[in-house]
């Protein structure tokens, strides 16, 4: 059963407007959240992450939000970029093991 | 250069033939994992280890075997390999599993015919 979910397989925005990934979880004892991004033939990479803790974390033009009353994250890119065309994965730690959702496929138009 | 490395990138094998995937990480992480990756079902945890000689089972370790034998190896072993194991693989690192990032090897494709 599938504890992370990602339910947009795929999202399209213009270059230079805000990209918005969502990710719901199921576990309440989640206590660490973390955005990646995939390239084709690439392993993921660590993009920013969240203690259970707060409910905003920024980096540059990335930013997570979570509600953990709605068991819901979220991943807001500003402004958008060609270069950020990729998958994300959320994904959520507990009991020394980590869970991922299934990705969505961003793609940044010029 | 910090990085967690995999081989081979690509492995063709057939039904039963015995495989190893490595993984080697230099960054003196002491939790390691595998995980595999399918369409439409993400990354699924295989097996971690919290430290060396301490293994455990993740959400579909069925037909995987590892070792933690020294901190920087993890390798992980299909004693007989099936169709359904083919997929892309990916080894992961981090310095523990609290509140910490995983980095991730480049990926084994493998392909079981």
């Known amino acids: 059963d599938q504890q992370v979910k990602q339910n947009s397989p795929s999202l399209s925005v213009q270059e230079g407007r805000i990209s918005i990934l969502n990710c719901d979880y199921t576990n309440s004892m989640f206590d660490y959240f973390l955005w990646y991004k995939k390239y084709p033939a690439e392993g993921p990479t660590f993009l920013i992450s969240?203690?259970?803790?707060?409910d905003k974390n920024e980096d540059g033009r990335f930013t997570v939000f979570l509600n953990k009353s709605a068991k819901h994250l979220s991943l807001h890119i500003v402004p958008s970029q060609p270069g950020d065309s990729a998958v994300y994965f959320c994904?959520?730690?507990?009991?020394?093991?980590?869970?991922f959702g299934t990705g969505t496929s961003l793609t940044v138009i010029p | 250069e910090a990085q967690v490395t995999q081989n081979p990138r690509y492995l063709i094998t057939v039904t039963g033939k015995k495989l190893t995937v490595t993984c080697s990480q230099n960054m003196n992480h002491e939790y390691m994992s595998w995980y595999r990756q399918d369409p439409g079902l993400g990354l699924r945890q295989i097996y971690y280890?919290?430290?060396?000689?301490?293994?455990d089972k993740g959400d579909v370790p069925e037909g995987y075997k590892v070792s933690r034998k020294e901190k920087r190896n993890f390798p992980l072993i299909l004693e007989s390999p099936s169709p359904n194991q083919t997929s892309l693989y990916f080894c992961?690192?981090?310095?523990?599993?609290?509140?910490?990032?995983?980095?991730f090897g480049s990926g084994t494709q493998l392909s079981v015919l």
């Open positions: 992961a690192s981090a310095r523990g599993p609290t509140n910490e990032k995983l980095f």
């Open positions: 969240i203690s259970s803790i707060k």
């Open positions: 994904a959520a730690s507990a009991s020394n093991q980590f869970y």
């Open positions: 280890s919290m430290n060396v000689e301490v293994t």
